[in-house]
């Protein structure tokens, strides 16, 4: 099992069915339970969103119950001693096919141009979803939403002028996140502004920093780092 450290936002991580009520610490809708309970029972994950800083040992949770199910996003906190197994998010060539026949071509092209520089894409969201589930979680109007961990400053702007490529040339909508060697985690979109403070997420807290303290901690060369795509 992964040490507390490890379980960062995005990372996938299954329930002991027999004792995730008893690390149970906030309010579940009674109608819900079962819902949950069925979930963890089929050997499905949640998806860690957050750490509580005053509270090192509880994990912030997210479980997007299948839409058959009235696609509800259900909210939990549990201490961390109930979790049994934890993974990354899966990677985008694992996911693939899961993926619509439209958006083979953009996917593709993401993977190839990212392989270019190092990274190795992953994904999470509606496409992670559908592919763990076998259940259909994207419509035609979900977006492609990545998240890359950049660790130089030559990765960000090549994976900057893919996706605007990307969406340019294939009209597939992309959001999502760039992370940073500290952990912090940037909506994409933002990082296209000249200057200003931008919103930063992590895992214990969310802050404004200026873009440029931000890419002051990008050296030009740098170690290659995985990176990860989440559809939403």
Request: proline share 7%; aromatic share 6%; glycine share 8%.
């Amino acid at each position: 099992m992964k040490d507390s450290d490890d379980l960062s936002r995005h990372v996938l991580v299954w329930l002991d069915p027999r004792r995730w009520r008893v690390g149970l610490r906030s309010g579940i809708n009674p109608e819900t339970l079962p819902l949950i309970e069925e979930w963890i029972g089929q050997d499905l994950p949640a998806v860690v969103r957050m750490r509580r800083e005053d509270s090192p040992s509880l994990l912030h949770l997210g479980i997007p119950l299948s839409p058959d199910k009235g696609r509800m996003r259900v909210s939990l906190e549990v201490c961390r001693d109930t979790v049994v197994k934890a993974s990354p998010p899966l990677s985008l060539s694992q996911v693939m096919p899961s993926a619509p026949p439209r958006w083979q071509e953009p996917l593709h092209r993401i993977i190839m141009s990212s392989s270019a520089v190092g990274l190795m894409p992953g994904v999470y969201g509606s496409l992670a979803w559908q592919h763990l589930t076998g259940k259909t979680y994207l419509s035609a109007q979900s977006d492609v939403d990545l998240l890359f961990h950049v660790r130089n400053a030559r990765q960000l702007d090549h994976v900057l002028r893919t996706l605007q490529e990307v969406e340019s040339r294939y009209g597939l909508k992309a959001d999502g996140e760039f992370i940073f060697a500290d952990g912090g985690a940037v909506a994409w979109r933002e990082m296209l502004q000249s200057g200003g403070k931008v919103l930063v997420k992590s895992d214990r807290s969310v802050s404004l920093r200026p873009v440029a303290d931000l890419l002051g901690t990008l050296p030009e060369k740098g170690e290659a780092c995985r990176c990860q795509l989440t559809m939403e």
